[in-house]
Nanobody, 123 residues
Framework: VQLQASGGGLVQAGGSLRLSCAAS????????MGWFRQAPGKEREFVVG?????????YYAGSVKGRFTISRDNAKNTVYLQMNNLKPEDTAVYYC????????????????WGQGTPVTVSS
């Protein structure tokens, strides 16, 4: 299983970015997908999880709810993270993750991880 995250960059506060995570080596539609982030000097933090593969829905961290949206294209084996109204505190390396057993909001609930894509939000 390989996950390739992309789309990070530098953006001003209030701006938008869309991250992508292309997956290979798995039956994508059967996997829960999640996004996490890690800011310098901080622990990895849950952002959003998509468990539609197991009949569930999506759930967001309170800090991003209403601003971030996860979506997936099973035909392209890709999950996206649309980030709007970005704030300086959103600055972090963003990681996508996959798990066949349902995922969750804890990093250890995901078996597979991408390499991370950096997002910097300037004030």
């Amino acid at each position: 299983v390989q996950l390739q995250a992309s789309g990070g960059g530098l953006v001003q506060a209030g701006g938008s970015l869309r991250l992508s995570c292309a997956a290979s080596g798995l039956t994508f539609s059967r996997y829960a997908m999640g996004w996490f982030r890690q800011a310098p000097g901080k622990e990895r933090e849950f952002v959003v999880g998509d468990v539609s593969a197991s009949g569930g829905s999506t759930y967001y961290a309170g800090s991003v709810k209403g601003r971030f949206t996860i979506s997936r294209d099973n035909a392209k084996n890709t999950v996206y993270l649309q980030m709007n109204n970005l704030k300086p505190e959103d600055t972090a390396v963003y990681y996508c993750a996959a798990d066949q057993s349902g995922g969750g909001s804890k990093w250890y609930e995901y078996a597979y991880w991408g390499q991370g894509t950096p997002v910097t939000v300037s004030s």
